[in-house]
């Protein structure tokens, strides 16, 4: 869970660096701190520790690099930090106060299997091959930093079993499920146009015409595979990029291309990709059930993440602006953020026209 949020993607501005040798507050939830000497200690060592810098960028994307000057970070790292910091407190509080919840050493022994097995699904998910291995990026962690994160999954994995939407993980819960939304997980077998822009217009005429997926596909795609008729290939449930090809068709009647087509880049040049379904095969469950897994999660996330945002507006939460700004953002709700920079390029200075005359601003 990443703090119940397992998608969570912070909406940082900016491009400052924050020195990690400066002197702050830190940050206050409720009245709970995490003093700024911790919180620099904690960013040193992310910064200074390759695979735990890899893995904390991979559950919530960020840039996490040296900054310019010595013993800093980008202030975009500083800042996704410490908005995970202040979830995981307000969580944390939330749930030993109003859930009287304290986990105890073996529910903690299942919150440290579960954060390294987040880790490790963030790495296989994006395809990323970290230095080393999740079990080593905790032991990279000082202490007090290990020991925050893993009583911080603890309780956001308890506080997500409350939430009454949340939709067990288990073998059952999923079948269920797949047989309720069978036909979100068909194998789809896809027909493709790629049109030059100057053709676009008498495709869609042909289109609107009533010209079939493949005759239009012979007579204006650029690809290869319009010597087939346009057709691609068949995609299941175990297919990479098969979540986002299903929400591609989402909606397209059979063999009929999408009237809106994609922006793509075909041998070096901007063109419109068309993309039709031509026939649809029900999957197994033992062949979709990753994916079942998948959306299960996305869901729970997404229900997690309404529960989230009720605790935080109830938070009263103190940033130090050394280390960010707590406030509402557009993408993510309530969040510790990078304010924009102050525009420059209109800004001129005081120009004196003469060694005696008074300045003038233009």
Avoid at 59 to 80: C, E, H, Q, R, T
Avoid at 161 to 177: A, Q, W, Y
Avoid at 321 to 349: C, D, E, H, I, Y
Wanted: hydrophobic share 40%.
């Amino acid at each position: 869970m990443r703090r119940l949020v397992a998608l969570f993607v912070v909406a940082l501005l900016g491009a400052a660096l924050y020195g990690l040798s400066g002197s702050s507050s830190g940050i206050s939830v409720d009245r709970l701190t995490v003093s700024g000497p911790t919180l620099r200690s904690e960013l040193t060592t992310i910064a200074n520790n390759k695979t735990l810098a890899c893995y904390i960028n991979l559950l919530i994307p960020s840039n996490f690099a040296s900054g310019a000057g010595g013993d800093s970070m980008k202030v975009v790292g500083a800042s996704a930090w410490m908005n995970l910091r202040v979830e995981g407190i307000a969580i944390d509080h939330y749930v030993k106060t109003k859930l009287k919840y304290v986990p105890n050493a073996k529910e903690l022994a299942t919150a440290k299997s579960s954060l390294e097995g987040e880790m490790t699904q963030a790495a296989a998910a994006k395809a990323t091959t970290c230095p080393g291995t999740s079990v080593q990026a905790l032991a990279e962690m000082t202490g007090e930093m290990r020991t925050a994160e893993i009583e911080s999954q603890a309780t956001s994995l308890y506080l997500v079993g409350k939430v009454k939407s949340t939709i067990p993980l288990t073998k059952t819960s999923m079948e269920n499920f797949y047989a309720q939304h069978t036909s979100e997980y068909d194998t789809l077998c896809i027909s493709v146009a790629v049109v030059a822009p100057a053709n676009v217009s008498a495709f869609s005429a042909a289109q609107s015409a009533g010209t079939s997926v493949a005759t239009l596909a012979k007579d204006y795609s650029l690809d290869p595979s319009a010597k087939k008729g346009g057709a691609y290939g068949c995609f299941s449930p175990a297919a990479t990029g098969y979540t986002n090809l299903r929400n591609d068709v989402a909606g397209l009647a059979k063999d009929a291309f999408s009237t809106k087509p994609f922006s793509t880049t075909y041998n070096g040049s901007t063109a419109a990709l068309y993309v039709a379904v031509t026939k649809r095969t029900v999957t197994p469950f033992s062949q979709a059930a990753a994916v079942v897994l998948t959306d299960l999660q996305n869901l729970n996330a997404s229900s997690a993440n309404t529960l989230k945002n009720t605790i935080l507006y109830a938070a009263a939460v103190h940033v130090d602006p050394a280390f960010g700004r707590w406030g509402q953002s557009q993408t993510s709700g309530l969040a510790v953020f990078v304010p924009a920079k102050p525009a420059a390029r209109n800004v001129t200075g005081a120009t004196q026209l003469s060694a005696t005359g008074s300045p003038t601003y233009k």
